[in-house]
């Protein structure tokens, strides 16, 4: 599947999953973590948080996993700043829970996890991201949905790019 075809096979994946859009009510989701520079977030997580907010305002039912351990150049974890941005943003503390462990997508699916009661959950990501979400999280069998949230235009064709990597390593080697 990596061969010569993986390149046309990934993009028909890739935007077909970022097309693809979350039902309301759904009691679940999981905000995946992306860069923290300090302890400001990057305007890919930016807008992550942005895009989870207005569906928990809209879906006041609907639990907050926030995903996202320390990594290089990050102060703090990416789901305390994650955390903190609900908590100011007014979602109540019993609504968000955190999960501040995870160094990459198949951790953050596989941690989250464990506070589910039941499997139905929605993703929050970027479109570049979506697929590679939905099959990790239905590999650890989630019923998962997504929220695609905007990728920043300045960033868009590099990590477009740098998700084919992700997904061929992924599929090799996320078992």
Avoid: C
């Amino acid at each position: 599947m990596l061969g010569a075809g993986y390149i046309g096979w990934a993009y028909e994946k890739m935007t077909e999953a970022a097309s693809r859009h979350a039902e309301p009510g759904i009691p679940y989701m999981i905000v995946l973590g992306a860069a923290v520079h300090g302890e400001t977030m990057s305007w890919t997580l930016q807008n992550r948080m942005e895009t989870a907010l207005a569906y928990l305002r809209a879906n006041p039912q609907t639990k907050a996993i926030v995903s996202g351990g320390q990594g290089r150049g990050e102060d703090v974890t990416e789901a305390s700043v994650m955390q903190k941005f609900l908590l100011a943003n007014g979602i109540a503390s019993e609504r968000v829970l955190l999960e501040d462990k995870s160094t990459s997508t198949a951790e953050n699916i596989r941690f989250s996890h464990k506070f589910l009661t039941g499997n139905r959950v929605v993703l929050v990501t970027n479109d570049f991201h979506a697929y590679r979400a939905l099959w990790l999280a239905e590999r650890e069998g989630m019923q998962a949905d997504i929220l695609i949230a905007p990728t920043p235009p300045i960033v868009r064709t590099q990590m477009w790019l740098r998700e084919y990597v992700a997904l061929g390593k992924s599929l090799l080697f996320d078992r």
